[in-house]
């Protein structure tokens, strides 16, 4: 059975800093590793998706890595905003499509 | 194009009383699947549809909990009677197809508090 864990649960920085957020999972033959925002009372926005072919992907200030037979993957935050206070989770895609969501990491960005 | 619509945004019921949810997903997607949420936890699969028939419902207690897909579009998950930790987001999701390059694009969700 695939877990999904994400660490830190919380996470409190200064406008401007660089951040990263760790996600690891247990069962490597995945499809895909996504990340998703997810701001207070709202759905899922998926950020970033690495399919397992590949080590990285980029979207802005974003960069999302992928080590799958390790069974890791992290999401960098370049420069971070107030803008970006949010949860953010990771999700693995298995067989069936089904992903499997980690327990989110909550940032809080100060001015 | 529009995204996956669900309704009601929140709902607020007692224990033992029943609730439903619904979902509009993306047109043209085969796909559709319900999360629930519990506060402080990821979105966890509750049932997953393709077109109308039903490929995974592993994790949906069905002593309480049923969902349906007749027409292969719009869904529906009902919970009766509703328990407490029932309180949580239903998240609907819909994709174009079931393999794992396919993207799924999630609703707003519906907040259940069960009081």
Redesign the interface.
Known sequence: KQE?TQIPAALSVPEGENLVLNCSFTDSA???L?WFRQDP??????LL?I??SQREQTSGRLNASLDKSSGRSTLYIAASQPGDSATY?C?V????????????TQLKVEL | EAGVAQSPRYKIIEKRQSVAFWCNPISGHATLYWYQQILGQGPKLLIQFQNNGVVDDSQLPKDRFSAERLKGVDSTLKIQPAKLEDSAVYLCASSSGSTGANVLTFGAGSRLTVL
Do not use: E, H, P, R
């Open positions: 999904v995945i499809y895909n996504q009372g709202k759905g899922l926005t998926s998706l399919q397992s989770l999700a895609t298995g067989g069936g499509n089904k992903l499997t969501f980690g327990t989110g």
